[in-house]
């Protein structure tokens, strides 16, 4: 009931490397795979003009839904804001209030989508 040499045992990690321990001591480098790319300025736009279209949402629900910090969530904000794509929408309840997408937001929002199937989504191969 014994493993095979060259076997994996377990992962560390050493200075930022993920490394894979095997039965006969050694270590191998293992490539870490990101779950999930960079996302440009522009994906980040089109997720919260997305996610603002139908429902007005807060400040703290977007920083949930899009997963930034609030630093660049208010820096994104403020652009969308002052382009005419968003607005904000004061409410008693926060001091934040709530963003809207405009129509201008929606039409950005479907250019971007037309813009994204036409060139850069690849075809099933034939």
Known sequence: MGRKPGTIYSTISRGGRKLILTLNGSYEPQRVQRKQMRRSKFEIWAELLEACARTARTQSWLLRKVGLK?????????????????????????????????????????????????????????
Do not use: C, W
């Open 70 to 126: 609030t630093s660049a969530i208010k820096e994104a904000l403020d652009f969308l804001v002052t382009a005419g794509l968003i607005e904000q929408l004061p409410t008693s309840d926060s001091d934040l209030g709530e963003y809207k997408t405009t129509v201008k937001g929606e039409e950005a929002l479907t250019q971007y989508y037309n813009l994204v199937t036409k060139y850069f989504l690849r075809s099933p191969s034939k």
